[in-house]
């Protein structure tokens, strides 16, 4: 998956772009850590505990310009992308997404894109 202006996880009908404010203190204060490849990760757990190896994860990457960004929802081990807007069935995961995205918005680390 490449780096994009606007990104998205698979099925879900909002894009996201990081805000013109963005900055490296606003990623940091908002739990992303910096890679050795001096990018940006957010990995954050949808269901179950912080510490549970288990459930869907969100995983966010920023570049080292903070001008482009990637994100999907992903297994347990990050491997595989996984749609959890398909059916029903994952509609706390879809609110937990929401939420978490909602929380950057207003903290000024995103926009939404229509």
Same mark, same amino acid.
């Given at each position: ?31 992303? =850590?910096?890679? +050795? !490849?001096?990018?940006?990760?957010? #990995? ?9 190896? @288990?459930? $869907? ?16 929802? =992903?297994?347990? +081990? !990050?491997?595989?992308?996984?749609? #959890? ?9 879809? @609110?937990? $997404? ?17």
């Amino acid at each position: 998956m490449a780096f994009e202006e606007k990104a998205t996880v698979l099925g879900s009908p909002i894009a996201y772009k990081l805000a013109p404010e963005a900055k490296r203190y606003t990623l940091r204060d908002n739990g992303f =850590t910096e890679t +050795n !490849g001096g990018n940006f990760q957010l #990995i954050r757990p949808l269901e179950a505990t912080p510490q549970s190896k @288990e459930g $869907f994860k969100l995983k966010i990457t920023v570049d080292k310009d903070i001008k482009t960004v990637k994100m999907s929802v =992903t297994t347990a +081990n !990050g491997l595989k992308a996984v749609n #959890i807007f398909k059916d029903g069935s994952h509609k706390m995961l879809q @609110e937990k $997404f929401y939420f978490l995205m909602d929380g950057f918005i207003s903290r000024g680390l995103f926009v939404k894109v229509d």
